[in-house]
């Protein structure tokens, strides 16, 4: 199956600071989405994205299929940005099962 | 809100209980999911449903057993669990579309301990 890796595993930020977390797929895919696990255990939508780019407020995401990595900007980070986020794919021949990757566990430090 | 409802919030079991996870969207979508999350492990998929009907069974044992009576509400039962069945569960919904899962929406999630 379609292998799923995400860098870096964990990170820590000041508050206000920029970053970029990276998720890497072994093959085409047609569905790429990002989420984004609170304290509560609860995955929130950020991005369907399995191509392009998109921007919603302080995050922006971008994935390049050609090259099978998408990128999650998160700008003028603030401490509820703290979680996990999990790049989750789906490749052509899979029908309904979305893989995840390992997730990048964020805490963003006041 | 989440458009993805999901009770109990958490529940504690005995090996010899059982139980009934429920989840109910109110999305409109026709494909429900359950999903499984260890600790340390990633997310894992268990079962699938489209149009109520089951597609996928990511070999899941026995014990855990799906109930999808409409496209708007989906069980999980559990009988006979083990302790290393204790984990967070996930439903989730998507409008399923012919070539895949389209968007998923996930519920808050149910975290069973099983003693």
């Known amino acids: 199956g379609i292998q799923v890796e995400q860098s870096p595993p964990d990170l820590i930020l000041q508050e206000g600071a920029n970053s970029t977390l990276r998720c890497n797929f072994s093959?085409?895919?047609?569905?790429l989405q990002w989420f984004h696990q609170n304290p509560w255990g609860q995955l929130i939508n950020l991005f369907y994205?399995?191509?392009g780019t998109k921007q919603n407020g302080r995050l922006s995401a971008t994935t390049v299929a050609t090259e099978r990595y998408s990128l999650l900007y998160i700008s003028s980070s603030q401490t509820t940005d703290s979680g996990v986020y999990f790049c989750?794919?789906?490749?052509?021949?899979?029908?309904?099962?979305?893989?995840f990757g390992g997730g990048t566990r964020l805490m963003v430090k006041p | 809100e989440t458009g993805v409802t999901q009770t109990p919030r958490h529940l504690v079991m005995g090996m010899t209980n059982k139980k009934s996870l429920k989840c109910e969207q109110h999305?409109?979508?026709?494909?429900m999911y359950w999903y499984k999350q260890s600790a340390k492990k990633p997310l894992e998929l268990m079962f699938v449903?489209?149009?109520?009907?089951?597609?996928e069974n990511n070999s899941v044992p026995s014990r855990f057993s799906p109930e999808c009576p409409n496209s708007s509400h989906l069980f999980l039962h559990l009988h006979t669990l083990q302790p290393e069945d204790s984990a967070l569960y996930l439903c989730?919904?998507?409008?399923?579309?012919?070539?895949?899962?389209?968007?998923?929406?996930f519920g808050e999630g149910s975290r069973l301990t099983v003693l």
């Open positions: 989730a919904s998507s409008q399923g579309q012919v070539a895949g899962t389209g968007e998923l929406f």
């Open positions: 093959d085409s895919v047609n569905n």
């Open positions: 994205i399995p191509s």
């Open positions: 989750a794919v789906e490749d052509n021949n899979a029908g309904n099962m979305l893989t």
């Open positions: 999305l409109g979508h026709n494909a």
């Open positions: 449903y489209n149009f109520k009907e089951q597609t």
